[in-house]
C-alpha cells in the first residue's frame, strides 16, 4: 500500500514544478509585462491544480509567486502606461 502511494506522489508532482518554474519566470521577468502576466496565470493555474490533488511545497510557492508576479506585472503596466499618457516616456 505505502508503495502505491509513493509512486502516485512521484507522478503527480509535474504541475507543482511546472507551477513553480512558471510562476519564478514571471516574478523575475517583469521587464516584458505581457509575457510575464501570461506566465502567471499558467504558473497560478497549475499550481492550483497540483494543490488540489497534493499539497506539495513547490505548489505553495509557485501560487504564491504567480500572485505576486501577477500584481507585480499590473503595477507595471500601470506606471508605463501613466508616463506614456503624461509624455513622460
Do not use: R
Not at 29 to 56: D, H, R
Request: aromatic share 16%; charged share 10%.
Amino acid at each position: 500500500m505505502k508503495n502505491n502511494k509513493k509512486q502516485i506522489d512521484d507522478q503527480s508532482v509535474g504541475m507543482g514544478i511546472a507551477g513553480f518554474i512558471l510562476s519564478l519566470i514571471s516574478f523575475f521577468g517583469w521587464i516584458v509585462p505581457y509575457f510575464s502576466i501570461f506566465l502567471a496565470v499558467l504558473g497560478i493555474i497549475f499550481s492550483g491544480l497540483q494543490m488540489k490533488k497534493f499539497k506539495t511545497g513547490l505548489s505553495v510557492a509557485g501560487l504564491v509567486l504567480g500572485i505576486l508576479g501577477f500584481l507585480i506585472n499590473l503595477f507595471w503596466l500601470f506606471v508605463v502606461g501613466v508616463l506614456f499618457t503624461m509624455g513622460g516616456i
